[in-house]
Structures are given as C-alpha cells and as structure tokens.
C-alpha cells in the first residue's frame, strides 16, 4: 500500500588524491510509485516516477525541468554553492 518513493544523489569532489576535506553534496527526490508507465523520456524508473506534487512522472518532464529539480540537479547546485565558498 506504500508506494512513496526516492531517488538519492551523492556527489563528491576531492582535490587530489588523499584529499582529507573533499566537498560533499548529497539530494533526495522524494515522490511515489505510478500504477502505470507513463512517458518517453528519461530513463531507468522515470516512467513510474511520481514526483511529490506533480501529475506528470519524471518520464513526463522536459529535460531541462527535470534536470533542475532532480536529485542530481539539487546535488549539483549544493555542490557548485559549496565551490563559490571555497577560498
């Protein structure tokens, strides 16, 4: 009867080898299982991939909306703010 749902994305930047303070940035997608496939795009679980909030699956999404709002683009953007504080 749960059919809630996440994607996770973990990005790590290190410097250089035994780099001993890499920058980490790491996002969750939360949403839930679709009953039916549905959508051409993306790939893996999109087409089941109900976004929290949306009426379309991931699958559904123009690239450019579901690459800014996904795990990964949600990690990126952490990892490029933690980038812009580095000295």
């Known amino acids: 009867d749960d059919r ?3 994607y996770e994305c973990v990005l790590v930047l ?6 001993a303070q890499p920058l980490v940035a790491s996002a969750q997608w939360h949403g839930s299982i ?9 790939f893996g679980y999109d087409p ?8 379309r699956t991931a699958a559904e999404l123009a690239p450019e ?4 709002i996904s795990h ?11 980038l812009k504080g580095e000295p």
Do not use: Y
């Open 65 to 68: 909306e579901k690459n800014r």
């Open 34 to 42: 679709a009953r039916l496939l549905r959508g051409g795009g993306g």
């Open 4 to 6: 809630s749902a996440h």
């Open 48 to 55: 089941l991939f109900l976004p929290r909030g949306m009426a």
């Open 14 to 19: 290190m410097r250089g080898p035994g780099d």
């Open 72 to 82: 990964r683009g949600q990690a990126l953007t952490k990892l490029l703010e933690l």
